[in-house]
């Protein structure tokens, strides 16, 4: 789930505390995500990052499955 190649790039951060995050959607049932940050920053972390990114797109899913749900 997390360890799949994706096709592009993506961008270092662009100040010392910061994230770099680019994403590509490149159909109807992948997302890909590239995000990096600098080892040298306590303020930042990149699985940190990545976990809690894929536990909103989770929650996110769910709110779609449950509006589903309550339609039928």
Do not use: I, W
């Not at 190649?5 to 992948?30: E, K, N, R, T, W």
């Not at 590239?34 to 990545?50: G, Y």
């Amino acid at each position: 789930m997390f360890n799949q190649l994706c096709p592009g790039g993506g961008f270092g951060p662009v100040s010392d505390d910061g994230y770099g995050v680019s994403y590509m959607v490149p159909g109807d049932a992948a997302l890909y995500f590239h995000v990096s940050s600098k080892h040298s920053s306590k303020a930042t972390d990149s699985a940190r990052f990545v976990r809690l990114l894929f536990e909103s797109l989770q929650d996110m899913q769910q709110l779609f499955v449950d509006v589903t749900k309550n339609k039928h």
